[in-house]
């Protein structure tokens, strides 16, 4: 019954490598958004989108792409890999101006 | 710039005592939207309460109270008769007048002693 899904739920990847982590969402939610966590940083925001077709950039959006090609799905895409992107990724889901969802997270780490 | 800051990086209370854990924030925006999140040991983070700018009373849900003093710029959160599975890592977030974006605090850890 869990409202935000993502996928894979654990990756390794290679530096250099392309990486896509996905999300699913069945909150019907219009907006959909991108974090990483770190250790002393909370969570940070990457990319978000406010519907199918759209992505906007959060705070921190270099060396990520996003993707939004429907109202459900919100993909990350790290074109090129580097360690510095090791981490934890949540994606969440929520309409203004209200809560958000979070999914239960990628733990992605980059070799 | 918005900016949410929780000065509290760990307590330790226990089992059955009220805790109260302190976040302030900074905005200019005239209305606003202050959260509070847990996250458990498993990774999961849970919505737990929320207080608009614009309502002068403190939102309560269980045993979750919000202390928002708007003179101030804070939002505390206060949990009476703490259980073990309180035990967690709580966020405090704040969105603004910009559509959507929570900015969140860095965190504090909760340790709840039987």
């Known amino acids: 019954e869990a409202a935000v899904t993502q996928s894979p739920r654990n990756k390794v990847a290679v530096t250099g490598g392309k990486v896509t982590l996905s999300c699913n969402q069945t909150?019907?939610?219009?907006?959909m958004y991108w974090y990483r966590q770190d250790t002393g940083h909370g969570l940070r925001l990457i990319h978000y989108?406010?519907?199918?077709?759209?992505?906007e950039k959060g705070d921190i959006p270099d060396g990520y792409k996003a993707s939004r090609p429907s109202q459900e799905n919100f993909s990350l895409i790290l074109e090129l890999a580097t360690p510095s992107q090791t981490s934890v990724y949540f994606c969440?889901?929520?309409?203004?101006?209200?809560?958000?969802?979070f999914g239960p997270g990628t733990r992605l780490t980059v070799l | 710039a918005q900016k949410v800051t929780q000065t509290q990086t760990s307590i330790s209370v226990m089992e059955k005592t009220t805790v109260t854990m302190d976040c302030v924030y900074e905005t200019q925006d005239s209305s606003y939207f202050l959260f509070w999140y847990k996250q458990t040991a498993s990774g999961e983070i849970v919505f737990l309460i929320r207080q608009d700018s614009y309502k002068k009373e403190n939102a309560t849900v269980g045993h979750y109270s919000l202390n928002f003093q708007k003179p101030k710029s804070s939002i505390g959160l206060i949990i009476t008769a703490t259980q073990i599975e309180d035990s967690a890592v709580y966020f405090c977030?704040?969105?603004?007048?910009?559509?959507?974006?929570?900015?969140f605090g860095a965190g504090t850890q909760l340790i709840v002693i039987p």
């Open positions: 977030a704040m969105r603004g007048s910009a559509l959507g974006r929570l900015h």
């Open positions: 969440a889901s929520g309409d203004n101006p209200y809560e958000q969802y």
């Open positions: 989108s406010y519907g199918a077709g759209s992505t």
């Open positions: 909150n019907n939610h219009n907006n």
